[in-house]
């Protein structure tokens, strides 16, 4: 069974930079598809950015630029750099896992509880 615990939410004002993780627990992070995703209230949840181990990394538009999915496979640890942030990037981060390549599409079987972020303006 995998988990997925995230950690390293918080506030931060607009500009700002924040680092979201995730730790993989009960399989090996780098044969799995990883990839986080973001609901805001009252909205769907939205895919943020994610990669697979066929090499490919894909990011939304809304954060190509300012968002780095990265992974330490040696602490099976996945990451989420933010830099440049909105106040309409605030959402709950979630990061997700599974053995089939999903990408961006929120049909990951494995889910953490997700962080909050918040940008104030």
């Known amino acids: 069974q995998v988990q997925l615990v995230e950690s390293g939410g918080g506030s931060v004002q607009s500009g700002g930079s924040q680092r979201v993780s995730c730790a993989v627990f009960g399989y090996s992070s780098s044969t799995l598809c990883m990839g986080w995703f973001r609901q805001a209230p009252g909205k769907e949840r939205e895919g943020v950015a994610a990669f697979c181990n066929d090499g490919i990394t894909v990011y939304a538009d809304s954060v190509k630029g300012r968002f780095t999915i990265s992974q330490d496979n040696a602490k099976n640890t996945l990451y989420l750099q933010m830099n440049s942030l909105k106040p309409e990037d605030t959402a709950m981060y979630y990061c997700?896992?599974?053995?089939?390549?999903?990408?961006?599409?929120?049909?990951?079987?494995?889910w953490g509880q997700g962080t909050q972020v918040t940008v104030s303006s």
């Open positions: 997700a896992a599974d053995y089939r390549r999903w990408y961006l599409l929120p049909k990951y079987k494995y």
